[in-house]
């Protein structure tokens, strides 16, 4: 079993920026890739960036050039920094883990983008 555990989120203005964090714990060594994903009132979770134990990350369109993934394997964390934020970036954003055995999802942290 992994446990994901989120911080980070919080209330800011739009043009503002957030880090948020997932600390990892228990089966980390069958983790393959992590990464983000949110889910805004009404709408049905969407990914919004991933990265392989490699390093490779990906995001989608919607945040390239605003989002930013990245990984400390040694602490078992990812990050994922947002700048430039729009009132639409507001969502619960949910940290996943991929291993073999199956994904493993954090309890979300929530991020709120005042216009």
């Known amino acids: 079993q992994v446990q994901l555990v989120e911080s980070g989120g919080g209330l800011v203005q739009a043009g503002g920026s957030l880090r948020l964090s997932c600390a990892a714990s228990?089966?980390?060594?069958?983790?393959?890739?992590m990464g983000w994903y949110r889910q805004a009132p009404g709408k049905q979770r969407e990914p919004v960036a991933h990265?392989?134990?490699?390093?490779?990350?990906t995001h989608v369109d919607s945040v390239k050039g605003r989002f930013s993934i990245s990984r400390d394997n040694a602490k078992n964390t990812v990050y994922l920094q947002m700048n430039s934020l729009k009132p639409e970036d507001t969502a619960v954003y949910y940290c996943?883990?991929?291993?073999?055995?199956?994904?493993?999802w954090g309890q979300g942290t929530q991020v709120t983008v005042s216009s």
């Open positions: 996943h883990a991929e291993s073999p055995f199956g994904m493993y």
């Open positions: 228990g089966s980390t060594f069958d983790i393959r890739a």
């Open positions: 990265i392989t134990n490699g390093g490779s990350p």
